[in-house]
């Protein structure tokens, strides 16, 4: 890369030696030496040639002084030079994986934009890595690191002679240069793959996945910076389609990146200023008609008065990493509510995927509850089997916190997950919570009553009540009490409603008398 450039001292001695051979040419060519001895020879009275002695010793000893004195200023500026290489890299590189790191990249970008001339093309694949923050957060920040690495190292072995840059975190880019026409989503696949195999770190296997973005330069921007920011969009897009994707940039990606990055800081906002709040939907028993407890469900109301669903805003609290201040604040404001109800009434709280995998997460709750004083047997936590599989370690850990201060666990939307057995003998579950789609359809085909039928069988047989979601007829309604379900829920039986209207219905079982 560097051609080599003589350095300052060098180029002094050649000086200084062109000048004394310049000298000793003219003192030949005009015969000064002669003139000299004849000068000597006039006044030898002086003892000139003495002189001249002493001065041409004096002068040797100055050249072999100098030519010293050059090789030491010599030595000084090559180290200062390599320092500066260092410092160089340093600045241009991650210190832990070695690879070249934003700068570097941003240097890349600038130089490109000067070079248009000199395009090439590249493929840019955007990488962000699934899973990662567990690692450090179970496993602590060496292992992250080690991790870290060994990603670095598979994919520069998967791109020799290619550049891989890590942006820092779990992020990495890599220029890929095209040639040909390769499958770059079979490339980006292959990625993914890598990534994929288990890291044994200090004899521990580690899964990890990759989400992969994928954008053009130049097809995709005559800007490079901008091709990657396309890249970074498309890996985006994989990422919120679920782990282990590859996505190939398409303009429209934009539009939703832009959508979610306003609706991220909208919510960031509604968080501060407590914008979100439980309403509470009743959960009535069927044998008796009696309101048991309510369901708090998050609502968001904007400024504008519009309603943001939960099933847009939790995810997205989720990926912003919002969740746990807005889950503590609602569960804060809902146990605050649920206190001044009557003391058989419990209050059941939805706890998304993302907060099971949080290892503190039982002691943050129990916390709550400590601080509000409200009595751990009162409150029920609506989990779903998705998030227990997806951690099934940490969700153990978190439950285990959670049963032995009396909390209880429901399953939530039981039957659309993968609805493994092994769920039901793993754990001890308090409640099992039917999924509105079986109820919404089981009197029009049969097979769903008989799964209907045989949950509500399983749920007497392992001693767990059954509740049934999203009741809305009353024909509904009168199957499940025929086949013996425990608890409904539904609109038919009371919507969510905010905590005032709550209090004028005294929050007893008037509210199912007055809506049915
Ligand atoms: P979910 O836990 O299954 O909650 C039940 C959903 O069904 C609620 O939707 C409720 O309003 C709706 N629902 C109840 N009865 C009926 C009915 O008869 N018919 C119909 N069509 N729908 C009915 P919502 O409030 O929009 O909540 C959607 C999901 O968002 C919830 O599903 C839950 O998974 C999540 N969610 C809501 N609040 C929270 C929260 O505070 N934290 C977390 N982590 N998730 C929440
Ligand atoms: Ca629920
Ligand atoms: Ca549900």
């Not at 880019?173 to 499958?183: E, K, Q």
């Not at 889950?327 to 099971?356: G, H, I, K, M, Y």
Request: hydrophobic share 45%; aromatic share 8%.
């Amino acid at each position: 890369m560097s051609r080599m450039h003589p350095t300052r001292p060098q180029v002094e001695i050649f000086v200084w030696l062109s000048i004394f051979l310049l000298l000793v040419l003219l003192s030949w060519q005009f015969h000064w030496h002669e003139s000299l001895d004849a000068f000597v020879e006039e006044h030898h009275r002086y003892p000139l040639d003495d002189v001249f002695v002493a001065l041409n010793i004096s002068g040797f000893l100055g050249l072999i002084y100098s030519v010293l004195r050059i090789r030491d200023l010599s030595k000084e500026v090559n180290r200062r030079l390599q320092a500066e290489k260092n410092v160089d890299w340093i600045a241009y590189h991650d210190s832990l994986t070695e690879l070249p790191n934003r700068r570097f990249l941003d240097s890349v970008c600038a130089q490109k934009t000067i070079d248009r001339w000199a395009r090439q093309a590249y493929a840019v694949f955007s990488i962000d890595l699934d899973g990662f923050k567990k690692i450090n957060d179970l496993l602590g920040h060496d292992h992250g690191d080690a991790v870290l690495k060994a990603v670095a190292q598979r994919l520069s072995s998967l791109f020799p002679g290619e550049r891989v840059f890590r942006l820092g975190g779990d992020e990495f880019v890599i220029l890929a240069r095209r040639t040909g026409n390769p499958d770059l989503v079979a490339v980006g696949n292959s990625i993914v793959a890598e990534i994929g195999k288990p890291f044994t770190i200090n004899g521990i296997a580690i899964d990890l996945g990759a989400s992969v973005g994928l954008a053009l330069y130049p097809d995709n921007g005559d800007d490079l910076n901008q091709v990657i920011r396309h890249s970074d969009c498309a890996m985006y897009s994989a990422k919120r389609q679920g782990r282990n994707l590859v996505k190939t940039f398409i303009p429209s990606m934009h539009d939703e990146l832009a959508k979610r990055i306003r609706v991220e800081a909208d919510l960031r906002a509604a968080i501060k200023n407590a914008e979100i709040v439980p309403y509470y939907q009743p959960l009535v028993d069927l044998k008796t008609n009696k309101v048991i407890g309510f369901e708090a469900l998050a609502r968001w109301k904007t400024a504008s008065g519009e309603f943001i669903p939960p099933s847009e805003f939790i995810p997205v609290a989720e990926e912003a990493g919002l969740i746990v201040d807005l889950a503590e604040q609602l569960l804060r404001r809902a146990c605050t509510d649920a206190l001044s109800w009557p003391d058989d009434l419990v209050l059941s709280f939805n706890v998304s995927p993302l907060q099971l995998s949080d290892r503190l997460l039982g002691l943050r709750i129990l916390k709550i509850l400590g601080d509000i004083g409200f009595p751990a047997h009162r409150i029920e936590l609506e989990v779903t089997e998705s998030a227990i599989i997806q951690d099934a370690v940490t969700a153990r850990i978190v439950l285990d916190d959670l049963v032995n201060a009396g909390v209880r666990i429901a399953l939530d939307d039981f039957g659309t997950g993968y609805s493994s057995l092994s769920q039901l003998s793993n754990y001890q579950f308090d409640k099992i919570k039917i999924d509105r789609s079986f109820v919404t359809s089981f009197e029009a085909n049969d097979k769903q009553d008989k799964v209907v039928k045989a949950i509500i069988a399983l749920g007497a047989g392992l001693g767990v009540t059954i509740t049934a979601e999203g009741i809305e007829e009353e024909s509904q309604l009168r199957r499940l009490q025929d086949l013996g379900c425990d608890i409904g829920q539904g609109y038919l039986l009371g919507r969510p409603v905010p905590v005032e209207e709550l209090a004028a219905d005294h929050a007893s079982a008037s509210i199912v008398q007055h809506r049915r």
